[in-house]
Each structure stands twice: as structure tokens, then as C-alpha cells.
């Protein structure tokens, strides 16, 4: 966890769905309250990623080559990992099942990355619009959180990657 770091380029080469089921499998296994597992994870490859930038540029409004600059974006990986939040109980605030979803994510991401992968996540101003919602025929409970972009760790990434440390007094503290 230490050297983690995200990867903004990535490769053509991307994990199979076998290898995505057991890293799903195992970031599923957290803390959760009640044990809801509010959430749900959609695996876009090929073709399906324009989909997801059709949505991008229908968001905007934008027709033409400015809605093949959005599919572009959505083909920056060749994987993409939805993340959706599930809402399903009343019982459990709803933030604390978003902090789920959320926790899933940056398992993925981890697990992904100690698997040798590169991975971005990404949001942005279109995230939770209606037409990125129904581009991933999301529930009327379910809320988007973002997008991990997933491929091949480009061989400059490889190299042993520095990153300034958590100054640790700044973040933690005591009663
Ligand atoms: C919920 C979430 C959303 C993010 N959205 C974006 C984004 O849309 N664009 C972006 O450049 N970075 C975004 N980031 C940050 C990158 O994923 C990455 O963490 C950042 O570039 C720092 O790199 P590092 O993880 O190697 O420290 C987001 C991170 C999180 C956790």
C-alpha cells in the first residue's frame, strides 16, 4: 500500500473476467453495516465502454465529432469498472452504505494494483446525470461513484515508483 500509485495511461492489455470475479470476491469482504453489501460493480470492455461515453455526451448535449471526443475518453482503458452504490436500506444511513461502495473501490484498486495493473479512478461533472444513469441502466436507488480505469501498467509506471508519505502527525491525533 505503501508504493500504490494510480496510473492516468494504460495499455491495451487488461485482466480477464476471471481474474476481475476473484479480485471483486475478495474487496467484497469488508466492513459493512448490517451486512447489506450495498453495492455493485459493472464490467465495460470493448465496444460497450461507447455506451458509457454516448451517456458522457448525451449528458452535454454534444452531437458529432464532440460526442466522439466523449467516447474517446470512455476508451481511455480498456477495461472500465463501474461503481454503483446500491441504496437499499432505511435503516442504515445512506452515507454509511456509500462508504462501502466506496471502501469496495480502493480494495479494487489495491488489489488490482498489487496484481501489477494500472488503475485510475475517475469521476467528474457528468458522473450523476440522467443520461450517464440510464447509459448504465441504473435502479432509481442506485448512484454511480465513479469509474476505475483499468489496463496494462505502461513500462515507464514500472519503474519503482516514488510518492511524498502521509505525514502521519498531520492526520493522526489523539483525545
Ligand atoms: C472518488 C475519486 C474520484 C476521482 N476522480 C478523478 C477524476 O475525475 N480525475 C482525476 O484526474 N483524478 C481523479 N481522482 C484521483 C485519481 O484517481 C488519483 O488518485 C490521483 O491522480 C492521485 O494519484 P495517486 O493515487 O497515484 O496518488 C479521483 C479519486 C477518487 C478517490
Known amino acids: ?18 481474474e476481475i470475479v476473484s479480485v471483486v470476491e475478495a474487496a467484497g469482504q469488508l466492513a ?16 460497450a465502454r461507447d455506451r458509457v461515453g454516448d451517456g458522457f ?53 489495491l488489489l488490482l494494483d498489487e496484481a501489477g495493473w494500472g488503475v485510475f479512478w475517475r469521476t467528474g461533472s457528468l458522473t450523476r446525470t440522467k443520461a450517464v444513469r440510464k447509459a448504465h441502466r441504473l435502479e432509481a436507488n442506485e448512484e454511480l461513484l465513479g469509474w476505475l480505469y483499468v489496463g496494462g501498467l505502461p513500462e515507464r509506471a514500472r519503474k519503482p515508483r ?10 493522526l491525533s489523539s483525545l
Do not use: C, F
Not at 452535454?60 to 467516447?71: N, V, Y
Not at 476508451?75 to 471502501?103: D, F, H, M, T, Y
Open 1 to 18: 500500500m505503501l508504493v500504490r500509485r494510480s496510473s492516468s495511461k494504460v495499455t491495451d492489455v487488461s485482466p480477464t473476467h476471471a
Open 57 to 109: 455526451a448525451k449528458a452535454e448535449g454534444k452531437k458529432g465529432k464532440d460526442a466522439e471526443k466523449h467516447r474517446q475518453k470512455a476508451r481511455r482503458a480498456p477495461l472500465i469498472l463501474a461503481i454503483v452504490a446500491s441504496l437499499g436500506s432505511k435503516k442504515v444511513p445512506r452515507w454509511e452504505q456509500e462508504a462501502v461502495a466506496s471502501g469496495v473501490a480502493h480494495n479494487i484498486s
Open 162 to 171: 516514488a510518492r511524498s508519505r502521509v505525514k502521519v502527525e498531520q492526520h
Open 32 to 47: 459493512d453495516h448490517s451486512g447489506l453489501r450495498p453495492w455493485r460493480v459493472i464490467e465495460i470492455r470493448g465496444d
